[in-house]
């Protein structure tokens, strides 16, 4: 099966400072990616669907400024927060879908948990 | 209209019972339909999906019911265990479109 990971799985940040997070498809070529955020016990709310090569396109009230979203090649995306504040705390979810097959399918990597202090 | 209806919020079942979620959506155009089991601290993951020309689907335990005149699907999860103890995310999406979750049921399966 079609396989997504994230690292790192969790990070505790200080306040101000900016958090990378990485978001890989590790047997398949990953056309676009999608980047969640999910605060505790509550759904997955997407904040931007990135495209290889193209710029991310970002949900209503999500900020592009603070959430930089790279994806450079068909297997990588990475998410950026900057400037993180503790409001920023939560955990990120990204997923990942192929050229073709199962055209809405969409596999999830495991998460990453940003805690900042 | 994008919006995706989910309950119970949450659902408390005996071992070996029927586990009974129930989603509704708007948007006719929606053409796939997944449900996603998430456990704490872990990532979603497909646990079945359906699409709207076909009425049911299963798989193993796990059986789908689509209504596409009342635009209303659920999931039935036979035989229940406390290993399905869990939060379940029905969702919609529209072809290559982004994909719309519902708010979450979780469910706990006591012995």
């Known amino acids: 099966g079609a396989v997504v990971s994230q690292h790192p799985s969790w990070v505790i940040c200080k306040s101000g400072t900016s958090v990378k997070i990485e978001c890989r498809s590790l047997?398949?070529?990953?056309?676009?990616m999608f980047w969640y955020r999910q605060f505790p016990k509550q759904s997955l709310m997407l904040m931007a669907t990135?495209?290889?090569?193209?710029?991310?396109?970002?949900e209503q009230g999500v900020e592009k400024d603070k959430f930089l979203i790279n994806h450079a090649s068909l297997t990588l995306s990475t998410l950026t927060v900057t400037s993180a504040h503790p409001e920023d705390s939560s955990f990120y979810i990204c997923?990942?879908?192929?050229?073709?097959?199962?055209?809405?399918?969409?596999?999830f990597g495991p998460g990453t948990r940003l805690t900042v202090l | 209209q994008q919006q995706v209806k989910q309950s119970p919020q949450s659902l408390i079942v005996q071992k070996g019972g029927i586990s009974i979620i129930n989603c509704a959506y708007e948007?006719?155009?929606?053409?796939?339909f997944p449900w996603y089991q998430q456990f704490p601290g872990k990532g979603p993951a497909l646990l079945i999906a359906?699409?709207?020309?076909?009425s049911e689907k299963k798989e193993g335990r796990f059986t789908i019911s689509f209504n596409k005149s009342a635009k209303q699907f659920s999931l039935h999860i036979m035989d229940s265990q406390p290993g399905d103890s869990a939060t379940y995310f029905c969702?919609?999406?529209?072809?290559?479109?982004?994909?719309?979750f519902g708010p979450g049921t979780s469910l706990s399966v006591i012995p």
């Open positions: 997923s990942a879908r192929g050229h073709s097959g199962r055209a809405n399918e969409q596999f």
């Open positions: 047997d398949f070529q990953a056309t676009t």
């Open positions: 990135s495209n290889e090569g193209s710029k991310a396109t970002y």
């Open positions: 948007n006719t155009a929606f053409d796939y």
């Open positions: 359906i699409r709207p020309d076909v």
């Open positions: 969702a919609a999406s529209n072809r290559r479109d982004k994909v719309i």
